[in-house]
């Protein structure tokens, strides 16, 4: 059964602009969560989808937004790109039953120059 | 507020020892937790989900363990290899909803 597909695997963007994330989440799963991961601050929860509706947002600006379509793959939008915004963003995928597994893709590289 | 905390932030150890990672918590009251491996630049990958009702759970030479009473887990990883030098993160769902709360990590070097 294949696993999370993040796509694509790396990208570089110029400050000012915008960018779209993918994920595929494993076949059955309707929950996908993303998570950005820096240097300095860890691993830090974005937002999570499930049934096409954002069920948790963490502490990011209003920059960051998602969407989640009924097929259950995910996109996620960054504007306006900042320096700070380079990160490896992090996809998980989970079939939301009580107490389940997170599964996690390879992630995306994102680097703003 | 739950918070998790991995010690040592990094280990270095030869090849053959048995060692033991630590995961602590503040909050007891967890639905489960669970142990990620990820090789450098590259995704998380799952190596075991402890529930809250178990108190260990096994995969190979990967045992983890888990003690909510004093808010801890531990990975231990038996006959460590070279192929196990990688960071070995915790993690536990906040409450009820599907954010994760990571520890910082653990980096693990397994020497030749």
């Known amino acids: 059964k294949a696993g999370v597909t993040q796509t694509p695997r790396y990208l570089i963007k110029t400050r000012g602009q915008q960018v779209t994330l993918s994920c595929s989440p494993i076949s059955g799963h309707r929950s996908v969560s993303w998570y950005q991961q820096t240097p300095g601050q860890g691993l830090q929860f974005l937002f999570e989808y499930f049934s096409e509706t954002q069920r948790n947002k963490g502490n990011f600006p209003g920059r960051f937004s998602g969407r989640q379509f009924s097929n259950s793959r995910s996109e996620m939008n960054v504007s306006t790109l900042e320096l700070g915004d380079s990160a490896l963003y992090l996809c998980?995928?989970?079939?939301?039953?009580?107490?389940?597994?997170?599964?996690f893709g390879q992630g995306t590289r994102l680097t703003v120059v | 507020k739950q918070e998790v905390t991995q010690i040592p932030a990094a280990l270095s150890v030869p090849e053959g020892e048995n060692l033991v990672l630590n995961c602590s918590f503040t909050?007891?009251?967890?639905?489960?937790l669970q142990w990620f491996r990820q090789d450098p630049g590259k995704g998380l990958t799952s190596l075991l989900l402890?529930?809250?009702?178990?108190r260990e759970q096994t995969s190979g030479r990967l045992n983890a363990s888990l003690d909510k009473s004093s808010g801890r887990s531990t990975l231990y990883i038996a006959a460590s290899q070279p192929g196990d030098s990688a960071t070995y993160l915790c993690?536990?769902?906040?409450?009820?909803?599907?954010?994760?709360?990571f520890g910082s990590g653990t980096r693990l070097l397994v020497r030749p």
């Open positions: 909050d007891s009251a967890i639905y489960n």
């Open positions: 993690a536990l769902p906040r409450d009820s909803s599907y954010k994760l709360i």
């Open positions: 402890i529930q809250s009702s178990q």
């Open positions: 998980a995928s989970s079939s939301r039953q009580e107490n389940t597994e997170a599964f």
